[in-house]
C-alpha cells in the first residue's frame, strides 16, 4: 500500500486494490494498470482485456496464433498514435496517463472491460442465432450476410457468393471472417448506445489528451501530422504482431481509405468526453497555445501579416470575450456552450480584422493600397507601410506553389502498405499475387519516373509558411507598419474605413442544417475569398467552415447593432 | 476553384488518372510514369462495378509509357505485357493481339508469329467461346504473316528460276505457307468488317495459283455484299483484280461508277473520266463530264493538271461539236456562284501562270470558255502566254475568240 500517486482522473490518494491485484482509486473508480507487485507504466499489448480483472493469461493456439479483441486492437492503435506523439515532443504523461486512462474509462463505461459481463461473453449466444436463416427475427440487427456484402469483394474472379457459403459454418469459429474474436459483433453493435470505437476516434481521444495537457498542438495540425504520416493512421495495423490475424469484417474496422475529416473528429471528441462523464478540462488562459491571442499571432505571422495586426486581435478577442476562461474551456456534456474550435475561431478573428481594416470588397482594399504606396515612395524613415496589394502577390505567388504541391502529393497519396489485407484465408494467395504485381509494377515504372525520387517524409513541422525578415526582397511583411490604413481619433488609433459588411444578416440555426451560415464563392469579394483560401490551406478545411466562424464572430461583435438594424442595412457604420 | 480537404481511395485515384492524361497528353513520359507508379495499387481494390477498371487502365497506359519513354527498351514492354495478360482473363486476347501489333511494329516477326501462335493455342473455359472475335483476329493475323512468309519464298524462287535453278524445298515450303495462309484469311473475310490488308492478300495468293473465279467471288462480296461496311477501297481492288483480267470495259466501268458515288475526288476518277470521254454511248460521254466537275469540286486537285486537262478536252469537243451545250450548262449551274472565286481568281491567275504553266493552259480554257473571253483568269493567262509568244496560247486564244458567244449561252 505504499502506491502513493495521484490518480489522473481525480487526482486524489485513494487507492484500493481489485480481486485481481490491481489498484484502483476510491474516489472515481478509475482502474489502473499497477499490480502490487509490479509498477508497471507500459500498456500492456496482447492482454485480453476482458479478463483483466481476473488477472487471466493469453490463450495462444498451437501454430501461432492468438485470439484478440478488436478493442485489444485499438489498444494498440492508441499507444502506436501516442509514442508518436512522444516523438514529437508531446510530454509523455499523455501516454502513460492520460490517454491510458482515457482509454480504461472508455472500455469501462462501454461494457467492453472492467465490469461485470463483459460484452465479449455474448459471442457464444451470437453464434446459434447467425446460423438461423431467420434474418428478420431481429430487424434492428443488421444480419453478417448483410455485413459481408458490404465489404468489397477482391477482383474479377472471387465474388460475394463464396462469402455467403462460409457464414453457415459459423458455430465453430468466427474467425472464417474475421481475424478477431469478436469483428462480426462489433460491426453489429449499435453505435449510438455504446459510442462504437472507429478510426476517426483513435484521433478524437488523441486530441481529448492532447486538449487536457494543453499542449500547443492544435486539431487541424494533429491532422496534418495524420496525413503527413508522422502520426499512425493508415495502415496502422501493420504494426500489430504476427500474432494477431486480421482478416474478414477486421478490415472493415482498421482499415481507413480515407484522410481524417476535422469536424468528424471534432465532434466525436466532444460526444466522447460526455460520454466518459469527464469533468471541466483545465482551463485555457491567456498564457495558454490554444488561447486565441496566442493563435492569432502565429496565424498572422504564418500569413505573412504585419506583427501589428495583433493589437487588433486582441482587442476583438476582448470586445467579444472569446478570450475568457470560461467560454475556452471544455466544459463535457454542456450542450448550451458551443463547442470551440481554437485553430478556425482564431483563423476567424483574423479575417474580420482584415475586413475591419480593410474592408475587403474588392475596391477599398486596392485604393488603400495605392495610398500606402504613394507614401512609402516618400518614407525614409521607420519601417515600410503595409501595402496590400504586395502582400497579395507575395503570399499568391507562394500559396498557388504549396497549393499544387499539395494537390500532386493527394495524387499521388499511397494507401497500401506491404502488410496484405485479405477477406478470407481463400483470398489469401490471389491478393499475394496481386500484391506482387504491384510491387513489381511500381519498380519498373518508378525507374523510369527519371530522376525524380520519392521525396522522404518531411520532418514534422508547425509552420507551413514561412517568411524571414532577413529576405531583403522584401516578401516579408511581419515589421511593417499599418500606419497606412490608420488614422488618429481622439488620441486613439481607428481605422480609415469607415465602413463593414456582415456575412450574413442572420445566422442559421446551427442545429437544424448544421452551418451557421451557407458560403458560396461566387457571392463574395475576390479579396474575402483569397483570405479564407489562405487560412483554408493552412488548416486543411473547407472555407466554408472558417466562414462560419466569421459569422459567429461578427455577429458578436456587432451584436447590439444588428439587433437594432437587423432588416436594412448590411452595410453598417462603426 | 475550391480545394477539396478531404480525400479518400477513391478520389486520390482519380486525381493520379487526370494527372497521367495530362502527361500523356504532352508527351511527358517521365512524370506519366511518376504518377503510374502511385496509381498500380488501385489494383488491390475491387473496381468490378466500373466500366474501365484500373487493370485495363494500366495496361494502356502503361502500354503508351513503355512504347514512347527513351529508357525502355522491347524488352522491358514485353515483360510488362506478358504481367499485363496475366491480369485479366477477359482481356487476354486483346492484350496478346496489341503485343503482336506492336512487336510487328518494331520489326519482330519472328516474336509477333510466336505470340499469335501461343494465343492460338490458349483455351479458358467458356471465355474462349466469348473471345471468339479476338481469336479469329489472331489467327488472321497469323494468316497474314504465313502470306509474308509465302511471299519471301515465292521471290527467292523466282530469283533462282531466273538463274535457272529449281528448288524443290523452296516451293515446298512456299505451298505450305500458302495452304496456312490462305485457310485463315479466307475465314476472317467470311465476317463483316474492313479487311483491306486481309482481302489483297488473300486475292494475290489466289491470282499466284491461278484461281481467278474465287478471288472474283471474293472480291465481289466485299465490295458488293450489303452486310459489309460501305468501303471504297473495296472497289478499287475490284477494279484493279478486273483490269489485271483484262475485263471489259463495260465491267471496268461498273466498278468505278460506285467509287464515283462513294468518293468522287478519288484519283481513279481520271481513269473513269478518260475511259467514259471515248465512250461511243452519249450516256458515258455525260457522266463522264459529271465526273470530272466533281473531281474538280474538291480542293485538293485544284492544282492537277491532267484532271484540267481532262475537262478542257471534254469541254473543247463539246464546243466545238456545238452539240451537247446543255450538259455544261447543267454542270456550271451549281458552279457558277463560286467556281469563279475557286478556281479562277486573278490571284489564282497569276500564280498558276508562275508556278504551273501547264496548269494555267487547260484552266485557262476552261475558264475562257464557261466565263467568256472578258474573264480576268483567261485574260491574264492569254495575255501573259502570247507574251511569251507561246504558240499554244495563241491557238488557245484564237479559239476562245471563236466561241465567245458559249458563256453566254451557258450561263443563261
Redesign the interface.
Given at each position: 500500500r505504499d502506491f502513493n500517486e495521484r490518480c489522473a482522473q481525480c487526482s486524489e490518494v485513494n487507492w484500493g486494490l481489485t480481486d485481481g491485484g490491481r489498484f484502483y482509486c476510491r474516489s472515481c473508480h478509475n482502474v489502473t494498470e499497477r499490480t502490487r507487485e509490479v509498477v508497471n507504466t507500459d500498456f500492456i499489448t496482447n492482454s485480453r482485456v476482458q479478463t483483466i480483472s481476473k488477472g487471466a493469461r493469453k490463450q495462444e493456439n498451437n501454430d501461432g496464433v492468438c485470439e484478440w479483441y478488436i478493442c485489444e486492437g485499438f489498444q494498440l492503435v492508441l499507444k502506436k498514435q501516442a509514442e508518436a506523439l512522444e516523438a514529437l515532443g508531446v510530454c509523455p504523461q499523455m501516454k502513460d496517463e492520460i490517454l491510458c486512462n482515457f482509454w480504461r474509462c472508455y472500455l469501462q463505461k462501454s461494457k467492453q472491460a472492467y465490469c461485470k459481463r463483459p460484452a465479449g461473453e455474448t459471442v457464444k449466444a451470437l453464434s446459434a442465432c447467425e446460423s438461423s436463416t431467420d434474418v428478420d427475427s431481429d430487424p434492428e440487427r443488421p444480419s453478417v450476410l448483410h455485413l459481408l456484402s458490404l465489404s468489397?469483394?477482391?477482383?474479377?474472379l472471387q465474388t460475394d457468393c463464396s462469402f455467403a457459403s462460409s457464414v453457415s459454418k459459423v458455430s465453430e469459429s468466427t474467425s472464417v471472417y474475421s481475424g478477431s474474436v469478436d469483428g462480426s459483433l462489433y460491426l453489429m453493435k449499435n453505435q449510438k448506445e455504446q459510442l462504437r470505437m472507429t478510426m476517426p476516434m483513435t484521433l478524437s481521444f488523441c486530441y481529448m489528451a492532447l486538449l487536457w495537457l494543453r499542449e500547443p498542438i492544435t486539431l487541424s495540425e494533429l491532422l496534418r501530422f495524420v496525413v503527413e504520416g508522422h502520426i499512425p493512421y493508415l495502415n496502422v495495423f501493420q504494426h500489430f504482431p504476427e500474432k494477431m490475424k486480421l482478416c474478414g469484417l477486421d478490415l472493415r474496422i482498421f482499415c481507413v481509405?480515407?484522410?481524417p475529416?476535422?469536424e468528424e473528429v471534432f465532434n466525436k471528441m466532444h460526444e466522447l468526453a460526455a460520454f466518459l462523464g469527464l469533468p471541466r478540462f483545465p482551463d485555457i488562459t491567456d498564457s495558454c497555445f490554444l488561447h486565441p491571442d496566442v493563435l492569432c499571432m502565429k496565424y498572422l505571422m504564418e500569413a505573412n501579416l504585419p506583427d501589428e495586426l495583433h493589437n487588433w486581435t486582441c482587442r476583438v478577442v476582448k470586445k467579444i470575450g472569446i478570450g475568457e476562461v470560461d467560454f475556452l474551456t471544455l466544459m463535457p456534456g454542456n450542450k448550451s456552450t458551443r463547442k470551440v474550435k481554437y485553430d478556425v475561431l482564431a483563423a476567424a478573428v483574423i479575417v474580420v480584422v482584415l475586413k475591419l481594416l480593410f474592408l475587403l470588397d474588392d475596391r477599398y482594399e486596392w485604393l488603400l493600397s495605392e495610398f500606402a504606396e504613394e507614401r512609402n515612395k516618400n518614407n525614409t524613415e521607420g519601417g515600410p507601410y503595409f501595402e496590400f496589394k504586395k502582400w497579395y502577390e507575395v503570399v499568391k505567388q507562394s500559396l498557388d506553389v504549396e497549393?499544387k504541391k499539395?494537390?500532386?502529393e493527394?495524387?499521388?497519396?499511397?494507401?497500401?502498405c506491404e502488410k496484405p489485407l485479405f477477406y478470407s484465408v481463400k483470398n489469401k494467395s490471389k491478393?499475394l499475387k496481386?500484391?506482387q504485381?504491384?510491387v513489381?509494377?511500381?519498380n519498373?515504372?518508378?525507374?523510369?519516373?527519371?530522376s525524380?525520387q520519392r521525396a522522404e517524409k518531411p520532418n514534422p513541422s508547425s509552420f507551413q509558411l514561412r517568411w524571414s525578415e532577413e529576405n531583403t526582397d522584401g516578401s516579408c511583411f511581419h515589421g511593417h507598419s499599418l500606419k497606412g490604413v490608420l488614422q488618429e481619433k481622439c488620441g486613439l488609433l481607428t481605422a480609415m474605413n469607415p465602413d463593414y459588411w456582415l456575412c450574413t444578416v442572420k445566422l442559421c440555426n446551427e442545429k437544424l442544417c448544421g452551418h451557421l451560415a451557407h458560403y458560396r464563392?461566387v457571392e463574395f469579394p475576390q479579396s474575402y475569398h483569397f483570405v479564407l483560401?489562405l487560412f483554408?490551406?493552412l488548416l486543411?478545411?473547407?472555407?466554408s467552415y472558417i466562414h462560419d466562424e466569421v459569422c459567429m464572430v461578427e455577429h458578436k461583435l456587432f451584436n447590439k447593432k444588428l439587433y437594432k438594424k437587423l432588416k436594412y442595412n448590411t452595410v453598417l457604420r462603426k | 476553384s475550391s480545394h477539396e480537404h478531404k480525400l479518400n481511395f477513391r478520389k486520390s485515384k482519380e486525381a493520379c488518372l487526370s494527372y497521367i492524361q495530362d502527361a500523356l497528353l504532352q508527351k511527358q513520359w517521365k512524370r506519366a510514369a511518376e504518377f503510374l507508379t502511385c496509381y498500380v495499387e488501385s489494383l488491390e481494390k475491387d473496381y468490378s462495378r466500373e466500366h474501365v477498371g484500373p487493370s485495363e487502365m494500366i495496361w494502356r497506359i502503361g502500354t503508351e509509357i513503355l512504347w514512347h519513354h527513351s529508357q525502355s527498351s522491347i524488352k522491358d514492354f514485353s515483360c510488362f505485357m506478358e504481367q499485363m495478360k496475366t491480369l485479366g482473363v477477359k482481356r487476354y486476347l486483346k492484350v496478346c493481339l496489341e503485343h503482336v501489333f506492336h512487336l510487328l511494329c518494331n520489326g519482330q516477326i519472328d516474336e509477333a508469329y510466336q505470340n499469335l501462335s501461343l494465343a492460338e493455342s490458349w483455351r479458358f473455359g467458356e471465355q474462349t467461346a466469348i473471345q471468339d472475335k479476338e481469336m479469329k483476329l489472331i489467327e488472321a493475323y497469323r494468316g497474314l504473316l504465313d502470306y509474308y512468309s509465302w511471299s519471301k519464298q515465292k521471290d527467292i524462287l523466282l530469283e533462282h528460276g531466273e538463274d535457272g535453278f529449281s528448288d524443290l524445298a523452296v516451293e515446298q515450303e512456299m505451298h505450305s505457307y500458302f495452304r496456312k495462309a490462305a485457310v485463315n484469311l479466307k475465314e476472317i473475310i467470311k465476317i463483316p468488317g474492313v479487311w483491306d490488308v486481309f482481302v489483297k492478300c488473300y486475292v494475290d495468293l489466289l491470282e499466284f495459283y491461278g484461281d481467278h473465279n474465287e478471288a472474283r467471288q471474293v472480291l465481289n462480296e466485299y465490295a458488293y455484299n450489303s452486310k459489309f461496311p460501305a468501303n471504297p477501297n473495296a472497289h478499287v481492288y475490284l477494279y484493279q483484280f478486273l483490269k489485271r483480267q483484262g475485263e471489259s470495259k463495260k465491267s471496268l466501268l461498273s466498278a468505278l461508277k460506285i467509287l464515283h458515288d462513294i468518293v468522287p475526288s478519288h484519283e481513279l476518277m481520271i481513269d473513269f473520266n478518260t475511259m467514259l470521254q471515248k465512250s461511243k454511248k452519249r450516256k458515258k460521254r455525260r457522266l463522264g463530264l459529271e465526273v470530272i466537275f466533281a473531281v474538280l469540286d474538291y480542293a485538293g486537285w485544284k492544282e492537277n493538271a491532267k484532271a484540267w486537262n481532262c475537262l478542257a478536252r471534254q469541254v473543247k469537243k463539246i464546243v466545238t461539236s456545238e452539240k451537247h451545250l446543255d450538259w455544261i450548262k447543267q454542270e456550271w449551274n451549281s458552279r457558277k456562284d463560286w467556281w469563279p472565286a475557286f478556281h479562277f481568281s486573278r490571284y489564282l491567275a497569276k500564280r498558276n501562270w508562275q508556278e504551273n504553266e501547264s496548269v494555267s493552259y487547260e484552266k485557262a480554257l476552261v475558264a475562257g470558255i464557261l466565263l467568256g473571253k472578258g474573264c480576268k483568269y483567261f485574260k491574264y493567262v492569254s495575255h501573259q502566254g502570247c507574251k511569251a509568244q507561246l504558240k499554244r496560247f495563241r491557238m488557245l486564244k484564237k479559239f476562245v475568240n471563236r466561241h465567245s458567244a458559249v458563256y453566254l449561252r451557258i450561263s443563261g
Open positions: 468489397e469483394s477482391e477482383g474479377d481509405e480515407s484522410w475529416v476535422y497549393q499539395l494537390d500532386e493527394r495524387a499521388k497519396y499511397l494507401w497500401r491478393v496481386r500484391r504485381m504491384v513489381n509494377l511500381q519498373q515504372f518508378g525507374k523510369l519516373s527519371g525524380v464563392e483560401g483554408s490551406f486543411r478545411i473547407q472555407p | -
